[in-house]
């Protein structure tokens, strides 16, 4: 899934009977991963040494000096068929 994708995705799922555009969904998704020209809040953290926790999705961290993200059991779960 590229971002038009995923742009598309969250506003069916976020729209359920709300006034969502593909626009305001993209700029939420740019501000919460960032563009090339401009990163966004989860590389702002990690660069401040922080780390992004999504319960049950998972965090974002620093390791080695590089980016990861360790999923959460819900997202392990769910991957793995063992939910939904």
């Known amino acids: 899934m590229d971002r038009s994708g995923l742009v598309e995705a969250v506003t069916h799922k976020a729209a359920d009977g709300g006034d969502l555009s593909l626009e305001q969904v993209g700029r939420v ?3 919460l991963f960032g563009t090339v020209d401009r990163a966004g809040a989860i590389a702002e953290a990690l660069r ?3 780390t992004v ?3 049950g999705f998972g ?3 620093q390791e080695d ?3 990861g993200l360790r999923p ?3 997202l392990n779960e769910f991957v793995h068929g ?3």
Request: no cysteine; net charge neutral; glycine share 20%.
């Open 72 to 74: 959460g059991k819900a």
């Open 53 to 55: 926790t999504l319960t």
């Open 82 to 84: 063992q939910v939904g």
């Open 29 to 31: 998704v740019d501000a």
């Open 48 to 50: 401040a040494g922080k």
């Open 59 to 61: 965090s974002f961290h």
């Open 65 to 67: 000096g590089e980016a």
